[in-house]
């Protein structure tokens, strides 16, 4: 374990890499399904040379990067690197494309990326409109002219040409021959990363994270599920975000054990992953615990070293299978968001299906609240869930260059989350619903008003209304809902609709159900009642997964 681990000032995961190489240095830290490996000390030597590399193309402590890489060894490099170096890493979702990227490329500033070769093309259509881009680090193939990019070599040292109708681009391998990076460790309170997390009234807002609040959802991990150097930690959800990079990764750094990483989660492969690798713990969310659950039964269910299988939702049903069809004997869950940590989490052998957990309360305070006077509610009743922290940086910075939002999100010195929970008097909390209009659907919180931007241009279309209505998954969290107004003479089809979110959205945003209305309920002030539309539900919508080649050509009357 990290001999910092009980020291909030030395909450550095850069800092907590440097001292589990020197102390194991060959000891096995990450291995992918991919055939990618590295010990600590290999880590470590990697991690030292990719902040050395970001140095000499003149990037400072401070600075922004975006880094848009598959989950992988990369990753781990230019995130870690840029954290010794005391730079901020920008990490972005691969799937992001048009004005889903083009909103976090504008709003923070960098003017370097970091970008897989196959994800080029999306990048470059979506920089085109940000001015402050200047070059992008090429990893997983040479850098392509044929992208209207200006080819660059690799050597780190070259003089950096003005970019001449598109973007420079580098070699991301040259790290392999850059030197060690020599400066000291930035601190616990310096940003270490932005995470982008979609609002319900704009687009999303960048999380400015400190090295301390990622160093605490790894050992809130540790403190929950007793992790060891033993242990084994099977990792299915994406690096980009907190849960498989700090509640996962960053714990198995800390813990000094073992990380198996799977770049894009299989279902039909999870059993066998986890029997082959001897993993002991792994992590669902959403609607993964329901693709596992689903799988066809096999003699070997309960052939493996599985201890621990954290759930989130944590539903019943879900919970029972785990047990008593995989034999897992602690199966938990917990509630957190990217500003907050994890300040819930569910204890070993405590079963409380469908609920959340109790309150880490050696770092956080949580109180369910009524939302319009912030005065705590009784045992029980229905509020929404408040959080805020006990120890110095162990929470976000502020949204990056959104000092409004920040300070209303910290009305009367509580964080309001927006989610509505009940907490019983002994202390277990449960997560309801939302109370804000976000969606969230295969791990990603939407904005349902970027969302409606996105339609608006579509042709035939006057107005449009994005909302949440229930996966017919159970535990499948939400599918993206639209109601549509036709522009007069016009009627949209599904597959107008269809082809447009290919065009437009990245695939998680997709919607799944469609009307067409005669108009949309609003408010006297003209703002949308997106939750009389949630009361509609779907009923009678077309499904625009099994959408047929011609659409009918009459609809019923509001809702149509």
């Known amino acids: 374990m990290y001999s910092g681990f009980d020291d909030p000032g030395r909450w550095v995961l850069p800092a907590v890499l440097a001292e589990q190489a020197a102390r194991a240095p060959d000891a096995r830290w990450i291995e992918t399904t991919t055939g990618e490996r590295t010990s600590f000390g290999e880590a470590h030597a990697d991690v030292e ?13 401070g600075d922004h990067v975006a880094v848009m890489l598959p989950s992988g060894l990369d990753l781990m490099r230019a995130w870690l690197g840029l954290g010794r170096l005391g730079a901020v890493a920008v990490l972005l979702n691969p799937e992001l494309t048009g004005a889903f990227l083009r909103h976090p490329l504008t709003d923070c500033g960098a003017t370097l990326a970091v970008v897989d070769a196959s994800l080029l093309p999306a990048f470059v259509e979506a920089s085109r409109e ?15 002219a044929g992208h209207g990019h200006d080819p660059r070599g690799a050597h780190a040292d070259a003089p950096d040409p003005a970019p001449r109708g598109g973007l420079a681009t580098l070699a991301w391998d040259a790290w392999r021959v850059a030197p060690r990076h020599e400066g000291p460790m930035p601190r616990a309170q310096d940003i270490a990363c932005v995470m982008y997390t979609s609002g319900t009234s704009g687009p999303a807002k960048g999380v400015l994270m400190p090295h301390a609040h990622c160093f605490l959802y790894g050992r809130g991990a540790i403190d929950s599920l ?5 242990d084994v930690y099977y990792i299915v959800l994406p690096l980009f975000h907190a849960n498989g990079l700090l509640m996962q990764l960053g714990a198995t750094l800390i813990a000094g054990c073992a990380a198996v990483v799977r770049p894009r989660f299989s279902a039909s492969a999870w059993l066998d992953d986890i029997r082959r690798h001897g993993a002991t713990l792994t992590n669902c969310l959403g609607a993964l615990a329901a693709f596992v659950v689903g799988t066809p039964p096999t003699p070997h269910d309960r052939d493996h070293r599985l201890r621990v299988v954290k759930n989130g939702p944590n539903l019943p049903e879900h919970e029972a299978v785990f047990r008593e069809r995989f034999g897992v004997p602690d199966v938990t869950s917990g509630f957190g968001m990217t500003e907050v940590n994890i300040p819930v ?10 609920a959340a957990g109790r309150v880490y309360d050696r770092f956080f305070e949580v109180v369910i609240a009524d939302p319009e006077t912030d005065r705590p509610v009784a045992p029980g009743e229905l509020g929404e869930i408040l959080v805020r922290p006990k120890v ?15 300070v209303e999100a910290w009305r009367n010195l509580w964080f309001h989350t927006g989610d509505a929970g009940t907490m019983t008097a002994d202390g277990v909390l449960t997560f309801v619903d939302r109370i804000k209009d976000c969606i969230r659907r295969r791990g990603e919180n939407l904005s349902a008003t970027e969302i409606e931007a996105a339609f608006a241009t579509l042709a035939g279309v006057a107005e449009v209304a994005a909302y949440a209505v229930p996966s017919d998954i159970r535990g499948g969290e939400d599918e993206v809902m639209l109601a549509v107004v036709p522009a007069p003479g016009a009627s949209p089809t599904p597959q107008d609709v269809a082809a447009h979110a290919e065009r437009s959205l ?25 939750a009389v539309l949630r009361k509609r539900g779907a009923a009678g919508a077309w499904d625009l997964e099994r959408a047929p080649r011609e659409a009918p050509r009459e609809a019923p009357s509001t809702p149509r």
């Open 49 to 61: 040379r990719a902040a050395g590399f970001f140095a000499s193309l003149g990037v400072a402590p």
């Open 130 to 144: 940000v001015p402050t881009i200047a070059r992008v680090l090429v990893a997983g193939g040479a850098p392509d």
């Open 226 to 230: 007793a992790l060891t150097a033993d």
């Open 345 to 354: 989490w569910g204890r070993l052998g405590e079963s409380t299906p469908g």
């Open 392 to 406: 110095p940086f162990g929470f976000m910075a502020g949204y990056h260059g959104r000092p409004q939002q920040t």
């Open 506 to 530: 990245p695939r998680f945003a997709w919607p799944r159900y469609m009307s067409l209305v005669d108009a949309l309920p609003k408010t006297a002030t003209g703002k949308v009642q997106r």
